[in-house]
């Protein structure tokens, strides 16, 4: 299969060996299909796999092969593709040679099923765990280490569940697409300071790590089919460790239909689409194209900071199959509205602030951070020193959240969905409220949001741009049972 696969995009060369030694002209589309996880179980409500994190290898060029850590041998790892109510149980064996675990990013799950270190010991090289729980939510959602994580991502580490709806809108064609970016130096080797925090360009150590090369699927800025006037759904799912993406298609709209876990009451149209960290959007659009014109798909200049601009470059190129065009069905414009959390008075303010190692903090790391260093700070205070916040079960929390720094942060909350009420007072028009479990936050900006408490335990929140978390951006909340 992976030798299929990579022989699609590496062309002619892999040809030669697949078809005899004769020459045939390289295909005009790259293959950006997403390995498939089996499901083991013939029970149709259960979803049960084996899944490996191992050391691998990946094809983002076409000439070079990356070393890589992978689940079950791919970048990204196995598409968990199931539907509402299913349980998943995903039986774990870790074979990397540094310890890991794995969180499931967006889903609401039981707090020993998380995987922050808070909630479950690390499996270590050769340790396996078992995960189990029901998929409670329709969306798209993704799987990643909680360990090391700036470097285990960057290394390969994450891959993508769907969950279906009872009612999911109607498309032509549904496509996901996850977006990465990955730095590789000319003999395709991931770079060194994967492995050693100390080794950071200062930049980085700011703003997280950034990658050369964009990438979809594992591939980088893949030639994609596409069939003209065709409604496509786009699950986009952005698992760099730092980049923002703001996709545009030149004389294109996007319909942005949902987001994290939700469907917007009144879907809306927009040119460009900001994907932060760690988020997803679920949008549709009808590319107009004909054979032998390629649209492309870019992103945007996009300044994440006072002194960091991202350069605008291309993602991906839209080509059309010489195919009869379609003619658009009607795009959604409505859904079922969301049940919205009450709002009222916060009742906590969580504050994203930095410092400096040695000046006004002091946080401890592996390996140990060097004066003047950055460190990230909640409430003046850095990773287990910030005290938790607290909850009961049942509760349904406001809270204020402020960026005071000078760039943007991902906030991510594990184990609860949360509403935006409002951005600097103003608020958010009720056919815009949704479910979401990670959001940009702007700087200097002034948001409010609501979160309904539902299972005990002990959750993490933190910045998504994990070279932030790991120096001090993450903390708790403490979810108890009602007695
Ligand atoms: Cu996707 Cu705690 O993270
Ligand atoms: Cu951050």
Redesign the pocket.
Known sequence: MQQCRAGVVAGAACCLAACGGRTTTPPAFDDISLTIATDVNPAVDIFEMDLEAREGIAHYAVDRETRVWTYNGSVPGPLIDAKVGDQLVVHFTNRLPEPTTI?W?GLRVPNAMDG?TAVQEPVPPGGTFDYAFILRDAGLYWF?P?LRTDEQIAKGLYGVIRVRGDSEPEADVEEILVLDDVTLDAAGSLPLHLDDYGALPDDFKRHGRLGDNLLVNGRISPRIAVRSGAVHRLRLLNTANSRYFDLSVPGHTFRVLGTDGGFFEKPYDVDDLVVAP?ERYDVMIVPTSTPGIDLPLDTLQLQRAEDDVLAAGRVATFRSRDERPLTARALPVAFPRAEHLPGGAAVEAIVFGEGLQGKDQHFDHDPPLSPGDPVFTINGKAGMEIPPLRANVGDVKVFDVVNQTHEAHVF?L?GFFFQLLSVDGVPVPSDRIVNKDTMNLGQAIHYQLAVRFDEAGTW?Y?C?IPEHAEVGMMAEIQVQARP
């Open positions: 969180h990013h922050a990643h909680h760690a991510h594990h993490m933190h998504h």
